[in-house]
């Protein structure tokens, strides 16, 4: 999200009265919105301002927005929904080969437009946040289940990687041991610490830490523990 947790739209359209409509209405839902009326402009709006999503008309005065769907996608992963007179099948199928994240046929109601961005930022900016944790030079890839440190991968077994990942969600929090037992190993009511220290330390080893010289993984002692960014 933007600033101050607004979503920020570009809509590139040529259609002055649509362009209008579309900037108006969206504004008043409370989107941040910056409108372009040629190719050009809207990718250097996209370039400029990182948007969370573009919305894009495909005949453009300037430039096919086929085209500009490709400059686009080598620029940025922001979601894109092409909103176009073409509706023919190969159109969609085509746009959405290209990388679009959804479809609109004109003429379409704007409820429906803002049915379709919400939908489209709730998928992405959910899915964005979870996949991949970036904590100092540590990445932690979720949905990859691949961990890196300092760009170098770490080979982490299945319960490691789980603790790893459960702390790093939560990283600056303390987390109990207790709380690991209960949500990492599935043992609200058994389990032992000692299950958790051992594969602290196992973890520490692997990111070329310890106990006594601790850089992400800190115990506070008493309550628990908590990965932090290092100094
Ligand atoms: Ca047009």
Do not use: N
């Not at 947790?5 to 910056?34: F, N, W």
């Not at 301002?49 to 686009?72: A, F, H, Q, Y």
């Not at 959804?102 to 930022?121: C, G, I, N, W, Y």
Request: aromatic content about 4%; proline content about 3%; glycine content about 8%.
């Amino acid at each position: 999200m933007g600033q101050y947790g607004v979503a920020s739209i570009v809509i590139i359209e040529d259609e002055q009265r649509i362009r209008a409509l579309v900037t108006r209405v969206l504004s008043e839902r409370g989107y941040e919105v910056r409108a372009s009326a040629t190719a050009l402009d809207g990718l250097r709006t996209i370039v400029d301002t990182s948007p969370d999503l573009v919305i894009l008309d495909l005949g453009l005065p300037d430039l096919d927005g086929m085209e500009l769907l490709k400059m686009i996608r080598a620029v940025t992963d922001v979601p894109v929904i092409v909103a176009t007179a073409r509706g023919e099948d190969r159109d969609v199928v085509r746009t959405l080969d290209l990388g679009a994240d959804d479809h609109l046929v004109k003429p379409f109601s704007v409820e429906q437009l803002e049915a379709r961005v919400r939908a489209v930022l709730r998928r992405t900016s959910g899915g964005q946040r979870e996949e991949r944790i970036v904590v100092g030079a540590l990445v932690v890839d979720v949905a990859a289940r691949e961990v890196t440190l300092d760009g170098d991968a770490i080979h982490l077994s299945p319960k490691e990687f789980d603790l790893l990942a459960y702390l790093a969600e939560r990283s600056g929090e303390v987390v109990s041991k207790r709380q690991l037992l209960a949500e990492v190993w599935r043992q609200p009511w058994g389990g032992s610490d000692k299950t958790v220290d051992v594969h602290l330390s196992w973890l520490r080893k692997k990111l070329g830490e310890s106990a006594a010289e601790s850089c992400y993984l800190q115990t506070v002692h008493g309550v628990g523990i908590k990965l932090v960014e290092p100094f």
